[in-house]
């Protein structure tokens, strides 16, 4: 059978080491395992509606700590679709459990369940040599009556509202529409699009019809209570319930009478929904750490035999930098700032959670890289998957990369939990600013937040839906700064007031700048070298291998490997910008992620990887040509040399944040990707080669400023 | 330096739910329980320059979460302070725990054990697996494991002809200027900087006794050899944690280290940290302990 996944997948945090079918009655099931270890997580499904991606928080942290195994519902995702109703009933389940635990090898597991229906207490009643411990989130078994539903399965309400959508008239007329409102059901908390989007995409990696084989109502979709009252008392192994107070699903007395039937924990998790391993990870991953006993202190690897605690005053002053790793634009100002920062606190010690291409400037640089840094899922190459011809939906691949950030975040809770440093610098670093909001409890340490644009901004051909959503998530972030004012010890704006787009966050929202200037501190902008230091242009282009009379053009496409086909297109545009720009010398770089040897060649046109040092060539350069990126646009700026620069199509930080700053500076010659033909770029070269320019001086104390800002809190 | 000391006990944070004594062959050993929680942990007594005050830091802290269970080493404290050398031996302060054990009615306990009382805990889990759940053994003193310091060179029974530093270390010192002597060891048991009123803790509680009973205690007996000690070690069964200052000018950390590889247990190193750490970093020292009884259950319990 070939199961067609409705969307994309994005990309994951980390893939599976190891995976399989287990086949019972002709039903195959497919499993995955990640990771060594033991204990062994057993990640078992919930009913068919999602698949095994709904532990997508999960699977990085608990793999990198022991060997997690997970499988798909028979009915959804890679496993098979039987279409009768017993091939549904729970025991078909906990069979398929014990299935995959001997497919995979496992002896004995800890399971984690979420909305369990009572396969995973069959489980651990009948088979107690196989489950060391269980953890139940929003489970819905009780050992009490169900209260009846107010619309049957099978009546016709007569309405659409509300649970009058479980219905199987209104499936048949609404299926999507059912779907929305089930999950929106499941994650009552504010601000949970990206959660119901997901379970919606995972429900609908299946069919209607195949859900509706296997559903009747909850009556007979859960085990009964006599068999819940059955069952309970053979459980022997550890229990323990996780349940929200505000599930709309499940009423949470319903995991603390289950719990107390188990003898088991409980841990309430106050205000959160049906689903909190989706809406709250950072929290249901310790406590399912700390249940199953993993990583002593909460280290990276299980606990090493020896451990050295430093009298306080005995440390030597610590900062745990994270740079943002998608592309190279950060690397390095951050670079200048931690020189800086260093200077103006002697003895201090930066070490960089970073990773690739970021890494590459760093170890250029001499830096110390966090070893833990290894275990970082790579952001570059998720926002290269996500980018079309010259388009990156900017907005849309950050939301897509949330299983990246919580698995990012979870390796930085590791590091900050073995290591104590006094400062944390997050250069636009989302995963640790977002879910230090999320859980500021675990603020341990002074902590700075950087960026140089504040607030998503939706593309025009997003329509409403994109308008929502990105005043969705500028609300959360207002939100979450109101309620926990004191969690960025610091906020420094790399930039200036001017710098900032006219716009508001969106509808009943603050206006942007307005806001930013309330509560960030400006530092101006950071280029990260002071063009003086390059000293006589001149001298610059010998030392560079320029000639005088050479007109010299360097097209560049930032790290990432988004910029392949600007290069092709700038690529072939070269023989006519020849022609019309007598020695005309090109000088592609195609980057740490881009292949040179991908590049179509010519004579005269020179095409290198990675340079290091390549703003001494953008200051030598007579043109450049180049992305709509921040850092290589205000290089130019800074520097004072013409370049044309092309945004990404809907990357609304470059079409707008970085728009609204380059004009601000009087700087570049923007381009439309879309209608630059080859033609349209050899004759903007033409143009703007060697032209003489008058930008706004780009300030040149950014680093000092912005270390002194960070000094403060050391 | 002098250090004035007041007989009057500080006010406690918390004060004992029961006390009481056991006496075995005539000696009175006062105990106290404090709290009432799952698993039980019994605070054994140091060498007898100190006394079970010196828990304070962490009792508050653990009986909170834990039945708690200390008592003064025979020497010090409430306890009496025989006067033959053989009432002092390793063996009596073994069985004094064990007999606080009974008299408690804690069938199996955590062993919490600093210095000496490492030591005693280590042959107390050696002695009787069924009773210990776990040791955590701060700056055991366990000797032959590793090199002592250098300065630990001074005859303890001769005639010297010097007071100076380790030279202290010495019976004739002793009974001549026991005052002396307790704040030189008080001082060197605490050597970060900053510690004076752990210091002067200590030397009050060593004050509550004489040098005689001290030379006593140095006369009693304890394992003898290397062998010895590692045949006591290797029948350590239960989990173990040290926990060892690489500052320690008693107990090298290699002691420690060495202790937690005979024993297979984990090694928690203090970098600058002394002797006591118990008292000069109670919250790591208390939250270490936590997590040791923690984990001690994990899935199992």
Known sequence: ?714 | MTLTTTAREQTRAIHPDQQGSIERDGVRVSWERYGSGEPALLLLPAWSIIHSRQWKAQIPYLARHYRVVTFDGRGNGRSDRPSVAEAYDDAEYVADAAAVLDATGTERAVLVGLSRGGRWAVELAAARPERVLGAVLIDPAIAFLAPPHPWWTYPFDEQLDTDEGWAKWNRHYWLRDYRGFVEFFASEVFPEPHSTKQIEDMVGWGLETTAETLVLTQLGSQPASREEMEAILGRVRCPVLVVHGDDDRLRPLAIGAAVAELTGGALVAIEGGGHCPQARHPVKVNLLIREFVESLGGTAR
């Not at chain 1, 707008?656 to 770029?681: K, S």
Request: glycine share 8%.
């Open chain 1, 1 to 714: 059978m070939t199961t067609l996944l409705s969307t994309r997948e994005q990309t994951r945090a980390r893939y599976p080491d190891e995976e399989g079918y287990a086949e019972r009655d002709g039903v195959r099931v497919f499993w995955e395992r990640y990771g060594e270890g033991e204990p062994t997580i057993l990640l078992p499904p919930t009913w068919e509606i999602v698949h095994s991606r709904f532990w997508k928080c999960q699977i990085p942290y608990l793999a990198r700590h022991t060997r997690v195994v997970t499988f798909d519902p028979r009915g959804n995702g890679r496993s098979d679709r039987p279409r009768d109703f017993d091939a549904y009933r729970r025991r078909e389940f906990a069979a398929d459990a014990l299935a995959v635990l001997d497919a995979a090898g496992v002896d004995r597991a800890v399971a984690v369940t979420w909305c369990d229906m009572g396969e995973s207490l069959i489980l651990a009643a009948e088979h107690p040599e196989r489950v060391a411990g269980l953890v139940l989130i929003g489970p819905p078994v009780s050992v009490y009556e169900r209260e009846e539903e107010d619309y049957p399965f099978d009546s016709e309400p007569g309405t659409d509202e509300g649970w009058a959508k479980e219905t199987h008239g209104y499936w048949l007329r609404d299926w999507p529409g059912y779907l929305e409102f089930f999950f929106s059901q499941c994650f009552t908390e504010p601000h949970s699009t990206k959660q119901v989007e997901d379970c919606v995409g995972w429900a609908m990696d299946t069919e209607m019809e195949t859900i509706l084989a296997g559903f009747r109502g909850w009556g007979t979709k859960q085990i009964d209570p006599a068999e819940v009252a059955a069952l309970c008392p053979r459980v022997r192994c550890p229990v323990l319930v996780i349940h929200g107070t505000e599930d709309a699903q499940v009423d949470a007395s319903v995991g603390a009478d289950l719990a107390g039937e188990l003898g088991g924990r409980l841990v309430l998790l106050e205000g959160a929904g049906h689903a909190p391993q989706g809406r709250d990870p950072v929290k249901v991953n310790t406590l399912v750490a700390e249940f199953a006993g993993l990583g002593g202190d909460g280290v990276a690897a299980p606990a090493p035999a020896t451990r050295t605690w430093t009298r306080a005053l005995r440390r030597p002053k610590r900062a745990l930098y994270l740079s943002s790793p998608i592309g190279l634009g950060h690397a390095r100002r951050d670079v200048a700032i931690a020189r800086e920062l260093r200077r103006q606190v002697p003895g201090l010690e930066i070490d960089w959670l970073a990773q690739d291409p970021v890494t590459r400037v760093l170890e250029a640089e001499g830096e110390r890289i966090h070893p833990a840094s290894a275990w970082l899922a790579n952001e570059s190459a998720h926002i290269e998957s996500e980018a079309a011809e010259h388009d990156l939906h900017a907005f849309q691949a950050i939301r897509r990369m949330d299983e990246i950030l919580i698995a990012n975040f979870m390796v930085f809770h590791d590091v900050v939990r073995e290591q104590p440093y006094d400062l944390w610098i997050g250069d636009e670093a989302w995963e640790l600013d977002y879910y230090l909001h999320e859980n500021p409890e675990e603020k341990r340490a002074a902590y700075v937040w950087l960026t140089d644009f504040v607030g998503w901004l939706p593309m025009p051909d997003g329509g409403e839906r994109e308008a929502f959503l990105t005043a969705d998530y500028n609300a959360e972030m207002i939100e979450h700064i109101g309620r926990f004012p004191r969690l960025r010890d610091r906020a420094v704006f790399v930039g200036n007031p001017g710098d900032i787009v006219p716009d508001r966050f969106g509808p009943g929202l603050p206006p942007i700048r307005e806001w930013v200037e309330g509560h960030y501190d400006f530092a101006g902008y950071v280029t990260g070298f002071d063009p003086a230091s390059l000293g006589d242009r001149a001298e610059l282009r010998r030392r560079l291998g320029y000639r005088p009379d050479e007109q010299v053009c360097v097209v560049t496409v930032g790290g990432s490997g988004v910029g392949g086909h600007l290069l092709r297109r700038v690529i072939a545009a070269y023989p006519e910008a020849r022609r019309l720009v007598p020695g005309l010398r090109m000088v592609v770089v195609a980057g740490p992620r881009i292949d040179p040897a991908s590049l179509p060649a010519h004579d005269g046109l020179e095409v290198h990887a990675y340079v290091h040092g390549l703003y001494q060539h953008l200051a030598a350069c007579d043109l450049a040509v180049v992305q709509g990126g921040l850092t290589t646009c205000m290089e130019l700026a800074a520097a004072g040399r013409p370049f044309l620069y092309f945004p990404l199509a809907h990357h609304f930080e470059q079409n707008f944040h970085v728009a609204h700053r380059l004009r601000q500076y009087n700087a570049g010659r923007r381009m439309d990707f879309a209608t630059a033909t080859p033609e349209v770029i050899a004759a903007a070269v033409a143009a703007e080669i060697g032209r003489r320019v008058h930008y706004r001086p780009v300030e040149t104390d950014g680093a000092t400023k912005a270390a002194s800002l960070i000094a403060e809190l050391l």
